[in-house]
């Protein structure tokens, strides 16, 4: 069939118009235009290395190409870069058929969970199927039309199988609009069959034309804004959580100043850290299960709760436990409807930004003012907090090494105003909620949407590739590590320094202790040699890990600190690099921050002959009488 007849055509592979199309893309937001697809990750297999390596070798001059070392990687560095340009710019990634498309999906879940844009190029089955089974598939019993490529649909928020060379005219457009969509956006997969990414079409040239994706601020509906109002008027004890909607918006003032003038104490989720950026006696810090105390007992008085582009996940909720006024009530602002309808809140399906701007002129017009009383509360417990950290955190105990708390708070002073921290998974991302300082323009990068291990050194050399900031730092456990250390390989290569504070405490210490609080019992979770008497592996020796030779052996500038005086000295040298670096810091294993003590659903064993494992079943069930429903 002869479509677009009388438009002018360049004859193109399909994946010589992607890489065109692609370059051509462009969003824009607030006035400020950019490419939004910035670069293209890869790893060639027989799948895509004569179809997308050719396209990019010819036509990908504007779309620079990165290699990593793993493909989970690689989508955990897109992710990264996408979040510190606030979703305003991305990057693609393209993969082999079988295990290097599949190694993708723990990273396309953590986009899709953490709503960050990243576009997803995997190989898949030849579409004429003329050759048979290919090498890395499954051959199912009860479908042709089925590959391994299919497991991406369950994490993607768009999937599509192209098997003719014209089906991208529509696929691509609707990838660009959900990617650019703040309500839609997360993983994004176009899946291209091996044999249609070389087979040519003669595409209209105008398909591949300048496109501006406007991203736009939705405009909070008046009705929804009167009726917060309403419910803020009547408010005596008002809180706001702050999520990452409050970053991705942009809304760092207009969250301050309308915190402020209603002195509505505020507490943040781990993505939403750093939504207020100076220092204020209202600021709670990380709220939840793994947040302040302080923050923890405002929550839990609070008669009114103002969400803020946040999806509201467990942690932050205490799995619907953390909210115990008997009047509570909801508001959230979110773009996403599904998550401003959660715990039954007043939804306003609009920008953070705007919706803040909105209220804080309502309020005022109604004269709305500080519930001093409640006010003076937040003080008393942020001051409380503050100097249990300076008393039992950030010091150093005799014959004890330093604690993670303590080089937290070695950080908050050595960080300059221009650098920003990536962590991810285990105890870290927690204690960095509670005491990482984000005055002075210091800036914290969290991935705990998915909790997910490994993320730290891609995600932190995606965040080095956008230019935006002085100094990348990781703040990573020895566990954490063991994931993904080979990606340090890509951060030499790319040039793109990053600096590795690595807290060695011999193992998965969350999971650790979180096992030893439900079954009071430790498995598998320390690096412990296998004993040889017990066979089991807890009762091992510890290994003795040289992670500084690791590092050195990629070609890292190395330090090992073990008191305040050399960290400190080791975080100046390495700003003075131009490579990556690492500082290796033993640390307590065992000694943690003051916990919350907001209450988290975790099932125990409901049968167990063990007395040890009963007695923590029944005590940690003895919370679940705070959980509720609020709907």
């Known amino acids: 069939m002869n479509f677009y007849s009388s438009v002018k055509k360049k004859r193109l592979t399909l994946s010589q118009a992607i890489v065109k199309y692609l370059q051509a893309q462009y ?163 176009i899946s291209l069959p091996q044999d249609i990414q070389g087979y040519a079409y003669n595409y209209p040239t105008h398909f591949f034309d300048k496109r501006v994706w406007r991203i736009e601020r939705s405009i909070p509906n008046p009705v929804r804004i009167k009726e917060a109002i309403e419910l803020l008027k009547q408010a005596k004890k008002p809180y706001i959580i702050a999520g990452g909607g409050i970053h991705y918006s942009e809304a760092w003032d207009e969250l301050e100043n309308f915190a402020e003038q209603f002195g509505i104490p505020v507490g943040e989720t781990h993505a939403g850290r750093g939504s207020i950026r100076n220092a204020s006696d209202i600021l709670l810090g990380g709220t939840g299960h793994l947040g302040t105390p302080c923050a923890a007992k405002i929550a839990e008085e609070a008669d009114l709760v103002l969400c803020i582009g946040t999806r509201l996940h467990d942690f932050v909720t205490g799995s619907n436990s953390a909210f115990q006024n008997p009047n509570v009530k909801f508001i959230s602002i979110n773009v996403n409807g599904r998550d401003a309808y959660k715990l039954g809140a007043l939804p306003i399906t609009a920008d953070a930004k705007l919706s803040l701007e909105a209220l804080q002129q309502e309020g005022a017009k109604v004269g709305i003012q500080p519930q001093r009383e409640w006010v003076f509360k937040a003080k008393y417990e942020k001051e409380s907090w503050e100097n249990l950290k300076l008393k039992e955190v950030f010091t150093q105990y005799r014959e004890e090494k330093m604690s993670q708390g303590h080089l937290i708070g070695i950080l908050n002073d050595e960080m300059d105003e221009s650098d920003i921290l990536v962590a991810a998974a285990g105890t870290i991302p927690a204690d960095l909620t509670k005491l990482f300082d984000v005055s002075g323009g210091k800036q914290l990068h969290l991935e705990f949407g998915n909790s997910c291990m490994g993320y730290d050194i891609p995600a932190a050399i995606g965040v080095r590739l956008t230019e935006l900031y002085n100094d990348v730092y990781v703040l990573m456990g020895d ?133 040890k494992t009963r007695e923590l079943v029944e005590s940690r069930e003895a919370g679940r009488a705070k959980q509720r429903f609020y709907y």
Request: with cysteine; aromatic share 8%.
């Open 27 to 189: 969003s824009e937001y607030d006035g400020q235009e950019q490419r939004f697809i910035q670069g293209i990750w890869g790893i060639f297999g027989h799948g895509n290395v004569s179809g997308m390596s050719q396209a990019l070798v010819e036509y990908g001059q504007d779309l620079p190409y990165h290699k990593p070392c793993n493909e989970q990687s690689m989508v955990h560095a897109t992710t990264g870069f996408a979040r510190a340009k606030r979703r305003k710019a991305t990057m693609a990634c393209t993969t082999s058929i079988g295990p290097g498309a599949t190694n993708m999906i723990t990273g396309a879940a953590t986009a899709s969970i953490c709503r960050i844009p990243v576009l997803l190029l995997p190989s898949d089955y030849y579409a004429s199927r003329y050759g048979g089974t290919v090498l890395q598939d499954i051959d199912h019993l009860s479908s042709e039309d089925m590959s391994v490529t299919d497991t991406f649909r369950v994490v993607s928020r768009f999937f599509d199988r192209i098997t003719r060379p014209e089906q991208i005219l529509t696929s691509l457009p609707e990838a660009m609009r959900i990617l650019t969509n703040p309500s839609e956006t997360g993983a994004v997969t």
């Open 479 to 611: 566990g954490n590590y063991q994931m993904h250390p080979m990606e340090l390989v890509t951060a030499i290569q790319e040039r793109a320094k990053i600096t590795i504070l690595l807290n060695v405490n011999f193992g998965y210490q969350s999971i650790h202790g979180h096992q030893k609080a439900l079954v009071g019992y430790s498995l598998g979770n320390e690096f412990k040699i296998r004993d040889p008497e017990s066979r089991l592996l807890d009762e091992g020796t510890f290994i003795e890990i040289d992670y500084a030779k690791n590092a050195e052996s990629i070609g890292l500038k190395t330090w090992v600190a073990h008191n305040e005086s050399e960290l400190r000295s080791a975080i100046q040298k390495a700003k003075q690099e131009e490579n990556s670096c690492m500082i290796v810091v033993p640390t307590e294993k065992y000694r943690s921050p003051p916990g919350s003590d907001v209450w988290w659903e975790v099932v125990g064993a409901e049968v167990t002959n063990d007395p």
